[in-house]
């Protein structure tokens, strides 16, 4: 897959996402500041949400439509208000993309409908993101499909066989470079809920790169979805959790985030290659193992013993294993202590 500049893929360094989502706090200029705190992380791409309350749900402030969950960070919100303060205006979009491309940072959003797909198209954006909400949206995955743009798709909640249908209606839609990203779908969630381990699975059911959307706090669950094999990497984002906003609570801070960029860089380093022996920088190191050295001075025909012979560092004499063997042997001339055994000081037979 390759969204912009940046190829995606084992081959090169994690994707940081960093969502604004409603972390503009209902601000452009804060909006802005975001993109450019991004961007001074490292992460390679800032992401928008596209939609406008009227196109997610209806205006209704009781039953189904307010918020009852006793742990949800919006209990009580009816679902039109939370939207209404959450959504990014459209007409902010412009200006935050291009100061994204002025920051060498990729920016493309997340369409919560046919409608914001239209918009989307018309400021040329270089890939689309689906969240799991709208995993089983199928008109909305048809037609983001169909503007044959890479797509990254987060599986929050779904089942295989509505993954499934997903990754079809996107491949049969014309889709041809396609991500999906484990999730849960709480906020904030927690490690014990993260379920890394699926992300292989993924990868051989689908054929397509992984990622993860990750909702936990920190970044150990992250740095070490890349041991698994994650290529994408996306966090919400704010310029201070203290500031508030409807998803501070579980957005990165700066700090953290640039903390992100630079350990899941290093674990993908770390992942390397099947290897076994000493590396170019272990060279040096091999000498530091124990070999069999002379613990005396022993004169010229005397039998080599456990009284003088030990097996220490460093490593410039036989190996350890050839201690039986040398046992009993007698020296070809006189050796002073501290000399490292080798075959030629032994005289044959």
Known sequence: MRIGKFQIDRSDRPFVIAELSGNHNGSLDRAIRLVEAAAATGAQCVKLQTYRADTLTLDVTEGEFVISDPKSLWKGRSLHSLYEEAHTPWEWHEPIMKRAAELGVV???????ETAVDFLEGLDVPAYKIGSFECTHLPLLKKVAETGKPVILSTGMATVAEIDEAVWTLRAGGCS???LLKCTSSYPSTPENSNLATLPHLREMFGCEVGISD???GIGVSVASVALGAVIIEKHFTLA????????????????????VVESERAWQAMGRIHYGPTAAEQGAVKRRRSIYLSEDVGEGEVLSEGNLRVVR??????????PLVLGRRLRRAVTKGTPLSWDLLLEG
Not at 314 to 323: D, I, T, V
Request: proline share 9%; glycine share 10%; charged share 25%.
């Open 215 to 217: 909702h936990t706090l």
């Open 314 to 323: 460093p490593g410039h004499g036989l190996e350890p294993r050839f201690l």
């Open 177 to 179: 470079e396609l991500a």
């Open 241 to 260: 959790r203290a500031d508030g906003g409807v998803d501070s609570a579980f957005s990165m801070e700066p700090d953290e985030m640039k903390a992100l």
């Open 107 to 113: 920016c493309f959003s997340s369409p919560f409908d």
